[in-house]
């Protein structure tokens, strides 16, 4: 069964510092992709960047990045700059096709930003 | 609208009431799923459909929840007889292609409280 793994519940930045949330993943197959997604109070998912497991270059959204290990099963992000506005819940979540396309999400982490 | 619009966004329910949560996906959109979110926890897979099929319910937790999507557009989740255990945030998706990897754009979800 494909998982998703975030073994960090809480994590806490000053304003204008970098910080790295991990994600690992557990699959069989050899397409997929892997998401980002930042959940503020207001509860709606947003996309913060996508990875497709068949590109070895990591993506890369103006402040946001990944640190993409497909051998390792390793998907960590990685935010530069940080800002107040960061400051929500981040899932990892994963897709590798089948009939549906559904999304597997991770238990999510917790960024504050302090400033 | 210009997202994917949920009602009511708050909603109480006596336990042994029925619901129903309304999603309207963004106009054109083929695929709509929904997400069952537990508190502290990361969104889980409800029901999926492309257009008006229904083609995984296999994240329904019990025969008390019920999905529609009769035209292919507006889609209606149902809980029966709600228990306590159904408490949680309600998110709906919707994806405008079939393509392993289209972006999911997210509702804002309802939070039913059953007391």
């Known amino acids: 069964a494909q998982t998703v793994t975030q073994s960090q519940p809480e994590m806490s930045v000053q304003e204008a510092e970098t910080v790295t949330l991990s994600c690992t993943y557990d699959t069989s197959e050899s397409n997929y992709y892997l998401f980002w997604y930042k959940q503020p109070p207001s509860r709606q998912m947003i996309l913060v960047i996508r990875?497709?497991?068949?590109?070895?270059q990591n993506a890369t959204e103006n402040r946001f990045s990944v640190n993409f290990q497909k051998a390792a099963k390793s998907f960590s992000l990685k935010i530069s700059d940080s800002q107040l506005g960061d400051t929500a819940m981040y899932f990892c979540a994963f897709v590798d096709g089948g009939a549906t396309n559904k999304l597997i999400f991770g238990t999510g982490t917790l960024l504050a930003v302090q400033p | 609208g210009a997202g994917v619009s949920q009602s009511p966004r708050y909603k109480v329910a006596k336990r042994g009431q029925d619901v129903a949560l309304r999603c309207d996906p963004i106009s054109g959109h083929v695929s709509l799923f929904w997400y069952q979110q537990a508190l502290g926890q990361g969104p889980e897979f409800l029901t999926y459909f492309q257009n008006e099929a229904q083609l995984d319910k296999s994240g329904l937790p019990s025969d008390r929840f019920f999905a529609e999507r009769p035209e292919g557009s507006v889609s209606t989740l149902k809980i029966q007889r709600t228990q306590q255990e159904d408490s949680a945030v309600y998110l709906c998706?919707?994806?405008?292609?079939?393509?392993?990897?289209?972006?999911?754009?997210f509702g804002n979800g309802t939070r039913l409280t059953v007391t």
């Open positions: 990875q497709e497991a068949y590109k070895q």
């Open positions: 998706a919707s994806s405008l292609a079939l393509t392993l990897g289209s972006p999911l754009h």
